[in-house]
């Protein structure tokens, strides 16, 4: 028995140790168990089941004695008390004692069949990858995912290959269908599941790497319910299950035991099963057992299912739990690590202290228990053979959902905080991670590089740490963390750190016949191939590339984790941009690629991630007629640029040409050429392979190229033409086919020619089962390329290529032969065209083929006329086809009779023996014979003799004559007319066309092509004389097409009718319909007679494919309904004929709904013809279209327009239709208009109601009938934009009627009204918010497919609100109002909306009805400046805030100034926070200014006597009161008072300053200072305060009382106070005197209107703005004093033209000189900044081109808050300063930058105008970094990050935009600035590393991170340890920054380097320097004696 056991065991290890595909328990094959006989009745899957299990029993007793062996021998106490009592775990079911620790889960714990939970990480196509508890990682194969794909996988291994590969050839499927099954679609990342282990793997060689264990896992249910029963199974218990199959009414489950079945009903309350598959795990809650037949049914609740818990019942074993079962638990015991539960009254489990409630548990956690205390818990994992049972408390795992995790693989975090230090162990660490704390464990062997024992000396609870996050524990919801300084350093850290472009170090580990595998960093490998380990090929590559060399490689890509570099020398070098998708490559873009292929068409190049594109054999610069394969190879690294990209569709169009002035010079003569036109062109130069053409243009010539494929729809024309063609030749009619590099690819076939119109260009014009001419560009083996204009291409499958099926396509077609093709399908999203180029479906309906044949041959004779000086093509005028000619008999031949033509002896005829018909002839006989055909460039006349056609020529020459009346009695229909068919005589057979008469038309002579353009290299059908066949006239003699009748054989189009027959053998759908077998169809058509009426329709005759009855267009037809779909009504008439009625073609009596509702399936109607058969369906079945229209039964038209009644010329904006649903896309309904037009409708054009707009998708269902209005009108491609608004015409909306439609009216009107597109103002749209503006900014809103509005902040709501943008959220629909269309100064659209219900609801054009109570509180609906008046309570909300006050919005178009006076009673320290922008506040109007708009508004609130606080108006001032003010302005007349706490001003005239002269006003006052005022006068009307400030004036100040802080009310109690005349009387003059002088001094105000304006506009103050030079601004006037003073009267003249007095005339002059006096002093002093217009004036003049006096004058007018006028000096420093200046007008620039930040609007755009414009005077880099500086000044991080990346790609060279870069990141404390340093490094010059290197250091040192500095200078004077000036640097810094020892510590380094003495001189002085200033003597002594020591050695 021993051996025995040793045997299993050995064999045990063999299984374990195989790494072959795993499936479960998997066991070698050995010798049978039964040798002699007696074949075993267990399946494979048992039997390896049964051998599974011996082998665990056995591996158990193993463990059970190597435990034992263990506890003997550890007599010696281990480090790890865990470890030491941890292997306890699985022997406490079976001894029963208690363990002290609770040991983590581990690879040595698991055992085969053990039962685990896990969370599935990652979904591959062949595995899933499941993170399991204790931070193990298990892998379950695709055969073990499932019970389902198991079993699958056997049937298909018992199966014989011989009978699979006979179901493979016939047909048939698996039965099972679950080879089809995809991992993908059963499992996902983050999903909880239940697994089994069945094989452990690991290394026998003792390597402890843990990479090499692998843990095989099952999720079979056949494991798992492993011992399950019915009578196991309660009610109310929770199971796992899978589903097995789908029905209708629910899903079959299996449990994974043949006994038990379960059943999911669907649609019940609560269920999550509406996206269950077949093979999907599934957990739900028994409902119902039916134990006789072994049936469950489940219900898939998932609050049931997370909140059931596992009750306790007979029967219950370890065996029956499953992994993530939720019990009632109670604590038995506190562990050191974990808590002892017990469960179900018999079961124990352990919960490690990683499984905790609290996911930080501090060394305190066990308080935080108690024993017997209830607990919640979930089973993690079941051991059945030690019975052990793990157990889990986390808050997630018990929600049945797993762990978040809020944190990313290498990411680093400087601030972890330490939670608890397990002795030993490792480190629990807080990440703050967001939006909750994650928890991380750093295990002891990732604390240090360094080995470190005792982690509790070295790390406390609480310290914070720097730590990076390496892994996660999905199962705890853990991460892994590392310490280590050289994991956390480095740059490559994961997969996700590795981006395709990056150049990276990687050593050679590993060299294989494939390539070199590469190690990016510790566990990190990646593969260089063998075609990326040189430029060129290595034969050998593992003698030149040694394992463990480093080398610099570049990431190719990484995809699905596998890392692909390249060691291509110029690949890695490369300074280009990198294209890694399809997004990065935009026009114009050059990098390098490799090439990967090279075919007929260019070669093909990769970049990296895989993407790829072709570059043209036109674009690959290779001279004409030289191969791609003899310049290029496969492998080569090329410099190429994009022409063109697609990203949608995945394709990249190249070119090698790189040079940029080629595309400059031929892109504006390209301009006037569009794909698809007809030009012409003169022969340059001839290759082998094209001719080169000169294309005329307006702008001169451009190249043309004519490949030679293109030359001819007719191959062997293409030869001669080729070989004919000499420079110079011309050619009148080219198409051009497609634009490349500016050079025109053309082509000369008739065919292209003609239909150029219909050819289409863009996807969008083609549309389904028509047909296009085309040429076929490529073919290979699975069908063949069909190429439109330009580069639009279609594809037809080879099964669509021909009627009969071949192998072989390039015997059928060749490249570049003219098709027709029919679309079968389009797919707009991806471009992909679907065609048929089968002749059924294809066949020509016009004579173009043998038209342009002919036309070809003409050319050929001119071409050889012009190439022969002898030959002349004159003699073809003089005969004529089918006209008579006399000749002599030459020769007689055997092959015909050769005729000598006498007027040109050159020429020669020809008649065959049958064109003999019977006459007998000789040499010299004269013969007259009538003409059959011309080829003049062999110079050959066909003649014929026959009697039939010699008729012609006699009945000619007896026009008088009777002889044939009675023959011409007898035929019929003479004269010949278009699309007539007619019976023909073949006459004579040529190569490529058929020489026919028409006997029953006067014997007219005919020719047809033998071929078609689908059937050109198949041999035709073979002709002979004499035959009769059936033929349709296509074009009559023309002189312009060749002269000649043309006929299209019916044989051509008859094989449609073939090949429906041939093809299709079994008959479905309209197919069905035709009951008349082949045979009876074939003799009825040889019955019937063949028409030669007039046929409109280009199709075979409807009798020959229908039957007798005739069913010409027009006719009406008995027809019957049999099938209804949305868009069409299929029917059947006739004897099995099949037609249609497209929706567009009844008449729409209701206006809404399907108009096919009305017909039910059977109903028998009259129906007219309106189009002959067509092919339809894939079956290429014959189609009749009908009408049930009444228009189409009378020919008249309608009014409604449905239908086919409807064409693109004849519709107009405006106009109402009828047209319907066909499909909804996204957020478009398409609709069919009628047959050939199509309509399309935006979301948002289709309500505007928002509830309506939610449920677009529900209101347009399929064939539904829309009256809608035309919006928009494509004529090109029959596109209609639709809408469901009504859209007036311009007289509809000027006059109310539509007077008139006519063009050039309305065309008049539109200009004059606001009209874009159909958006009026006053409209009411649906709208859709696109983004919430920040700040004040409002809504954009949209309105349109590409039209955007704006929202004003207060037109949000009707009431003003705190936050109104809180009840808005992208995406929301909305309902709004145009308020205004227009367009800005630089072109682009401004609409102006609004979300007022109100506004909505008004009418349009008229304001809403608001009382005044209502327009005084709300202040929303206040619009005009008119509708403000002094003292009005308002609401708004704050727009900007400044040390000065802050303006508030009140409407869309209102702002009032609030002064920091006014803002609230009490002072705030910070204005920013009290008053945000957004906030809503409520004032009261002070002043309303209606000439420049300016509202003056206060925020402080009312007392009760209705005064504000502390505040006065002008009704409290009154005359005689005493006032308070500071003097605001000073000027030579007078001074202005603004008096204290108030907003008004008032005015003290000079004469009223004093009793006594003052000289010098300005110099006796300053502004600013405090005075004190009696008021004089109180002017109402002109709202104007007049003071006094004489002494006189204030003697009795303290009896009057001073205003503002008492004001007097006098007896009558009208706030007056009883003043005596006296006190007010002149005390210098006499009365009269006086009163003059008064008069004068009340209108000095009206004789200066400069300063009523001062008064209204001295109170704004100074807005202020920071500009790069500091200026001292100040209040001074307006500079409108002058044009204001200019147009007064003169200064001898009054208002009123009266002369002044003496006196006047005096004062006059006195302040003329006065003000000429200071302003000259002022200039004198020179430190005082100018303070009007006029001086600034004069400073500009005098110096034009200092920027700084330009940038005072613009801080000047912003003083005065002039904010336009600063922007008009801006521009005029900018256009007088001399362009020389650049420095100059940098300055300015920068200054206008500052002033558009501020008073922008917006700011951001105002101020990238400004910069546009800046870059195209100045050096671009100095304009970048000066906004730079600015963004960086005002702290728009974002703004400045945008303009950094612009930078740096711009600039990419430059060390300045590299380091301002840097700077800016360590500003901020980023910490990417090492990305930012390879970056640069990548970028810069190599001359540049050292410098740039040295002063990012210095930046890391001054604002960044000190050990980051010195890694950097470490890492330069590794490289450069000489230089001296490096490590002098490196020493100052060390210095700056004060730690004493690794200066010194540096200091030894460098003293000890190998330097010359000159250099070691400056080291050793600068030592000693140092060490002076420290002031150690015994340093200096020390630094001495090294110096000395150093000199002895080298002079030694």
């Known amino acids: 028995m021993v051996a025995q056991k040793k045997n299993l065991k050995r064999k045990n290890e063999d299984v374990k140790s195989l790494p072959a595909k795993v499936s479960m328990l998997p066991v070698p094959e050995e010798a049978p168990d039964f040798p002699r006989g007696g074949a075993s009745v267990l399946s494979r899957a048992e039997v390896a089941e049964a051998r599974a299990e011996v082998d665990a029993q056995f591996d158990t007793e193993e463990q059970k004695q190597s435990l034992s062996k263990k506890r003997r021998k550890s007599t010696k106490p281990s480090s790890n008390a865990y470890e030491r009592e941890g292997e306890l775990l699985f022997q406490i079911g079976i001894t029963g004692k208690l363990p002290k620790f609770v040991n983590t889960l581990r690879y040595k714990n698991l055992s085969i069949g053990m039962k685990l939970w896990g969370v599935i990480t990652d979904v591959n196509a062949k595995d899933l990858i499941v993170s399991l508890p204790g931070g193990l990682r298990g892998i379950v194969t695709t055969e073990e995912a499932s019970d389902l794909l198991f079993e699958s996988r056997g049937i298909a291994e018992n199966n014989h290959q011989d009978v699979v590969r006979k179901k493979s050839l016939h047909g048939e499927k698996s039965k099972n269908g679950f080879d089809r099954l995809i991992l993908a679609d059963l499992f996902s990342v983050g999903q909880l599941v239940p697994c089994v282990v069945c094989k452990l793997e690991h290394e026998k060689d003792g390597t402890p790497e843990r990479s090499k264990k692998k843990i095989w896992l099952s999720l079979r249910l056949s494991l798992l319910h492993k011992g399950l029963s019915i009578d196991s199974v309660q009610d109310e218990m929770v199971i796992m299950a899978c589903v097995k199959s789908i029905e209708d009414h629910g899903y079959i489950l299996s449990f994974g035991l043949p006994s038990l079945s379960g059943f999911l009903p669907r649609n019940k309350e609560g269920s999550n099963d509406s996206q269950l598959k077949k093979g999907q795990l599934v957990q739900g809650l028994i409902s119902n057992i039916d134990r006789m037949r072994g049936v469950i049914s489940l219900r898939n609740d998932p609050k049931l299912v997370e909140n059931n818990m596992i009750k306790d019942y007979k029967g219950l074993s370890v065996d029956l739990f499953v992994p993530g079962m939720m019990v009632n638990a109670r604590v038995q015991a506190i562990l050191r690590n974990g808590l002892l539960l017990s469960f179900l009254t018999y079961f124990t489990g352990t919960v490690d202290i990683f499984h905790l409630q609290d996911p930080f548990p501090n060394s305190k956690w066990q308080e935080k228990f108690s024993e017997n205390a209830r ?376 065919s292209l020619i003609e239909f150029a119109t219909l050819l289409p260009s863009d996807i969008v014009q083609i549309h389904p089962q028509s047909v296009l001419q085309g040429y076929i560009c490529n073919i290979i083996k699975n069908g063949v390329f069909v190429r439109f204009l330009g580069r639009l291409t279609g594809f037809a499958l080879k099964h669509q290529v021909l009627d009969r099926f071949s192998e072989d396509l390039m015997k059928h077609f060749y490249i570049g032969q003219s098709v027709r093709s029919q679309i079968l399908k389009v797919n707009e999203e991806t471009g992909k065209i679907g065609l048929s180029l089968k002749q059924s479906a294809c066949f020509s309906t016009d004579a173009s083929l043998i038209q342009g044949y002919f036309l070809e041959e003409d050319m050929i004779s001119k071409l050889q006329a012009s190439d022969s000086a002898s030959s002349d093509i004159s003699w073809a005028e003089y005969f004529v086809i089918g006209s008579c000619v006399e000749g002599e008999v030459q020769e007689i031949k055997e092959f015909g009779v050769i005729v000598n033509l006498k007027e040109y002896k050159d020429i020669v005829g020809f008649i065959t023996h049958y064109q003999l018909g019977g006459v007998s002839i000789e040499i010299g006989n004269i013969i007259q014979a009538r003409i059959l055909d011309i080829v003049k460039s062999d110079g050959i006349v066909d003649l014929s003799l026959r009697p039939e056609l010699l008729q012609h020529c006699k009945s000619r020459e007896t026009k008088g004559k009777t002889l044939c009346k009675k023959r011409r009695k007898s035929e019929e229909n003479v004269e010949l007319r278009l699309h007539q068919k007619v019976d023909a005589v073949v ?360 039209i955007y509005g704006r929202v004003h902040f207060t037109e949000l709501m009707d009431s003003y609100t705190e936050n109104p943008l809180s009840g808005f959220k992208e995406g929301q629909f909305v309902k709004c109002k145009v308020m205004l269309v227009a367009t800005t100064v630089d072109g682009k659209l401004q609409i102006d909306l609004s979300l007022r219900q109100s506004r909505i609801d008004s009418e349009a054009g008229e304001d809403r009805n608001t009382n005044k109570a209502e327009l005084e509180y709300l202040g929303c609906s206040i619009d005009k400046i008119s509708d403000l008046r002094e003292s009005m309570e308002v609401k708004g909300y704050v727009k900007s805030i400044s040390s000065k006050g802050c303006f508030v919005m009140l409407s869309r178009h209102l702002n009032a100034r609030v002064l920091l006076s006014n803002l609230i009673a009490t002072e705030y320290e910070n204005l920013d926070e009290e008053f945000p922008p957004g906030k809503l506040v409520e004032g009261r109007i002070l002043s309303v200014d209606h000439v420049s ?108 009382g001073i205003l503002p802080y008492s004001v007097s009310v006098g007896e009558d109690g009208d706030g007056f106070e009883n003043i005596d005349n006296s006190e007010i009387e002149e005390n210098d003059g006499s009365s009269e005197e006086s009163d003059k002088n008064e008069i004068e001094d009340v209108s000095i105000i009206d004789t200066f209107p400069a300063a009523r304006e001062l008064e209204a506009r001295v109170s704004v103050p100074p807005l202020e703005v920071t500009f790069d030079t500091d200026i001292n601004m100040s209040d001074v006037t307006n500079d409108n004093n002058k044009e204001n003073l200019g147009n007064e009267p003169s200064e001898l003249e009054g208002k009123d033209g009266t002369k002044l007095t003496k006196r006047a005339k005096k004062r006059l002059k006195e302040q003329r000189e006065l003000e000429i006096r200071a302003a000259e002093q002022k200039r004198l002093e020179g430190d005082r900044a100018p303070d009007s217009v006029d001086e600034y004036e004069q400073l500009v003049r005098a110096s034009p081109n200092n920027s700084f006096v330009w940038i005072k004058y613009m801080a000047f007018m912003l003083s005065l808050a002039d904010v336009e006028k600063a922007r008009a000096i801006a521009e005029r420093a900018l256009q007088t300063i001399n362009f020389r200046e650049e420095g100059e007008k940098l300055n300015v620039w920068v200054a206008y930058f500052n002033l558009e930040n501020v008073y922008g609007s917006p700011p951001n755009e105002a101020v990238l105008k400004v910069f546009q414009r800046a870059l195209q005077y100045c050096d671009p880099k100095k304009v970048h970094l000066a906004l730079l500086g600015m963004y960086e000044r005002t702290e728009q991080h974002e703004m400045a990050d945008q303009l950094l990346k612009v930078m740096t790609r711009k600039f990419k060279t430059s060390s300045k935009v590299w380091l301002r870069n840097i700077q800016n990141l360590l500003k901020r404390g980023s910490d990417s600035t090492h990305m930012v340093l390879d970056s640069a490094l990548l970028r810069l010059p190599r001359h540049k590393h050292i410098k740039f290197i040295s002063q990012t250091a210095i930046l890391e040192f001054k604002i960044g991170s000190a050990e980051r500095a010195r890694s950097l200078f470490e890492g330069v004077l590794r490289n450069y340890p000489k230089r001296t000036d490096l490590w002098s640097v490196y020493l100052d810094q060390e210095i700056c920054r004060g730690d004493t020892s690794v200066i010194r510590a540096l200091f030894e380094r460098v003293i000890c380097l190998d330097l010359p003495p000159k250099k070691m001189k400056f080291l050793f002085k600068k030592y000693l320097e140092y060490e002076k200033s420290q002031g150690d003597e015994s340093r200096v002594e020390y630094v001495k004696s090294k110096a000395m020591e150093f000199v002895d050695n080298k002079l030694g």
């Open 1493 to 1600: 708009g300016r509202v003056e508004m206060t925020l402080k609130t009312k007392s009760v006597t209705g005064a504000l606080e502390g505040d006065l108006s002008r009704q409290d001032i009154r005359v005689g009161d005493m006032i308070l003010g500071v003097i605001n302005h000073v000027e030579p007349f007078g001074i202005f008072v603004t008096i204290e706490n108030s907003n008004i001003v008032g005015f003290c005239h000079a004469s009223e300053l004093s009793d006594n002269n003052i000289d010098n006003i300005q110099m006796s006052y300053s502004v600013g200072e405090s005075v004190e005022a009696k008021v004089l006068q109180v002017d109402e009307k002109d709202n104007q305060i007049k003071l006094g400030m004489k002494d006189s004036y204030l003697e009795n100040k303290a009896m009057d």
């Open 987 to 1346: 006459e004579l057979v040529k190569d490529d066309y058929l020489v026919l008469s028409l006997p029953k038309h006067d014997n007219n002579i005919a020719f047809a092509s033998t071929h078609d353009f689908n059937m050109w290299v198949d041999p035709h059908k073979h002709y002979t004389t004499g035959q009769k066949i059936n033929a349709t006239v296509q074009s009559l003699p023309n002189a312009s097409k060749s002269g000649r009748l043309l006929l299209l054989l019916s044989y051509l189009s008859d094989l449609r009718k073939k090949s429906n027959t041939d093809s299709h053998p079994k008959s479905d759908s309209l197919r069905d319909l035709s009951v008349v077998s082949d045979t009876k169809r074939a003799r009825r058509s040889e019955e019937l007679k063949v028409s030669t009426q007039n046929e409109p329709s280009i199709f075979p005759d409807s009798k020959q494919i229908g039957g007798e009855s005739n069913y010409d267009i027009g006719s009406v037809v008995e027809v019957e309904v049999f099938e209804i779909k949305p868009l069409e009504m299929l029917l059947k008439f006739g004897k099995g004929l099949c037609g249609r009625i497209h929706i567009t073609e009844l008449d729409c009596e209701n206006k809404e709904g399907s108009p096919f509702s009305q017909f039910t399936i059977g109903q028998k109607m009259m129906a007219h013809v309106i189009e002959g058969p067509q092919i339809f369906g894939k079956r290429s079945e014959y189609v009749w279209d009908f009408s049930l229209r009444t228009s189409a039964h009378t020919g008249n038209g309608v009014d409604a327009k449905p239908g086919n009644a409807l064409a693109s010329q004849n519709l107009n904006i405006g106009d109402t239709i009828i047209a319907f649903v066909e499909k909804i896309k996204k957020d478009w309904v398409w609709f069919v208009v009628s047959r050939h037009i199509r309509g399309r409708m935006f979301i948002l054009d289709s309500s505007t109601e928002p509830s309506e707009l939610c449920a677009f998708q529900k209101r347009f269902m399929a064939g539904k009938a829309i009256v809608c209005h035309i919006s928009k009108v494509d004529k090109k491609s029959r596109i209609l934009d639709l809408t469901l608004r009504k859209i007036p015409s311009c007289y509809e909306r000027k006059h109310g009627v539509a007077i008139n439609h006519g063009k050039s009216d309305c065309s008049t009107a539109v200009k004059k009204e606001k009209v874009v597109n159909d958006i009026h103002e006053s409209d009411v749209l649906g709208g859709r918010i696109d983004k919430i503006l920040p700040g004040v900014g409002g809504i954009s809103v949209q309105i349109g497919a590409h």
């Open 375 to 750: 607990l919640k818990a979930r089973i993690l994992y079941v051991d059945p053979t030690t019975k052990a049972v793990g157990l889990t408390l986390n808050p997630h795992l018990i929600q049945n959902k797993a762990p978040p995790m809020g944190v990313k693989v290498g990411e680093i975090f400087e601030d972890a905080r330490v939670v608890r230090v397990d002795r030993g162990i490792g480190l629990l660490l807080e990440l703050p991670s967001k939006p909750a704390a994650t928890p991380a464990y750093v295990k002891i062997y990732e604390v240090s590089d360094d080995n470190i024992q005792k982690l509790d000396k070295k790390f406390k609870e609480g310290v914070k740490v720097r730590t990076r996050v390496m892994g996660f524990r999905f199962t705890e919801g853990i991460a892994a963390a590392t310490l280590k300084a050289s994991v956390l350093e480095q740059g490559v850290f994961n997969h996700s750190d590795v981006k395709p472009g990056l150049v990276v170090k990687a050593k050679i580990v590993k060299m294989e016949d494939f390539g070199a595998i590469v190690q990016l960093s510790n566990g990190l490998k990646a593969l260089c191939p063998v075609q990326h380990m040189s430029e060129f090929e290595v034969a050998k590559p593992s003698k030149k590339f040694k394992v463990g060399a480093e080398l610099r490689f570049r990431v190719l890509g990484c995809k699905l984790k596998r890392t692909t570099v390249t060691h291509k020398k110029t690949m890695v070098m490369s300074k280009l941009k990198v294209i890694a998708g399809y997004e990065d490559a935009v026009e114009g873009l050059i990098t390098h690629g490799w090439i990967t292929g090279i075919g007929q068409h260019g070669c093909f190049v990769t970049f990296y991630n895989g993407v790829s594109g072709l570059a043209h054999r036109t674009e690959l610069g290779l001279d004409p007629g030289t191969e791609a394969e003899s310049a290029f190879h496969v492998g080569q690294v090329v410099r190429c640029r994009v022409i063109r990209a697609f990203p949608k569709l995945r394709r990249l169009e190249l070119s090698f040409i790189i040079s940029s002035d080629r595309s400059c010079v031929g892109y504006d003569k390209t301009m006037d050429t569009k794909i698809g036109s007809i030009v012409s062109g003169v022969v340059k130069s001839l290759t082998t392979s094209a001719v080169i053409l000169d294309v005329p243009t307006e702008k001169g010539s451009i190249k043309g190229t004519i490949f030679n494929e293109q030359l001819s729809d007719n191959p062997g024309h293409s030869e001669q033409i080729k070989a004919l063609l000499k420079p110079g030749n011309m050619f009148d009619r080219l198409l051009v086919l497609d634009i490349v590099n500016q050079s025109l690819i053309l082509s000369a076939k008739y």
